[in-house]
């Protein structure tokens, strides 16, 4: 449901462009890895990834499923909760290698987090989390890289402004652009393949935000962090 939501939601809020590298498809099983930029990405990944034929299943902060309305839709897709910084926290890679394993499509934002700037600009993907390199690890799971721009020209900031952005978003239908990468096989200790992912999942934030003309001069790559 929130695929086919996502799908006609996002198109009303800007103009959606998807494009694929030489190579680049999404295979039952696969792990996709997307940069995190806005509140509203996950609604933009999964509009362009639907039109790619795939309903995926996302990792999400466990925080969503307190919401009544919201949490049903999760359950009956489901959809992950990431219970961060709890002794729970393994269980969301666990359901997730259950998923893998049963043929369908993981989303994982491996930053694990917002980027703090406040204005609606572009910032390179941040420093990642190293549960991408332990999934892949543990199920041998390709990793489909995914970029995406133009999420924070619909909402970014404050609270007030998060609203009035979506509010206004269909006047300015700001231009969004997805690129999915070729699939790759992390490799080497937790380190080398997470600094692997992040190089990759770079490159496609890159090439998205490059076809989007949102591509900022400086600032384009930052190192790549376990954490």
Known sequence: MLSTVARTVVPALGRLRVSTAEGGSIAPGSIVAANHSALVDPGVVLAAVGRLGVQPVVLATAGLWRIPVLRGALVRGGHIPVHRGSERAAESLEAAAAALAAGRVVVIYPEGR?????????SAPG????????????????????????????SSGSAAKQLAGLATAPLRRPALHVHV????????????????????VSAAWRTAAGQAGLLEPAGAGRPAEAG
């Open 114 to 122: 917002l980027p703090r700037r406040v204005d609606a600009g572009e």
């Open 127 to 154: 420093p990642f989390r190293t549960g991408l390199a332990r999934l892949a690890a543990a199920t041998g799971a390709p990793v489909v890289p995914v970029g995406q721009a133009g999420a924070r020209r619909i």
């Open 181 to 200: 990468g070729a699939p790759v096989r992390l490799t080497g200790d937790t380190a080398a393949a997470t600094a692997q992912a992040y190089a990759a």
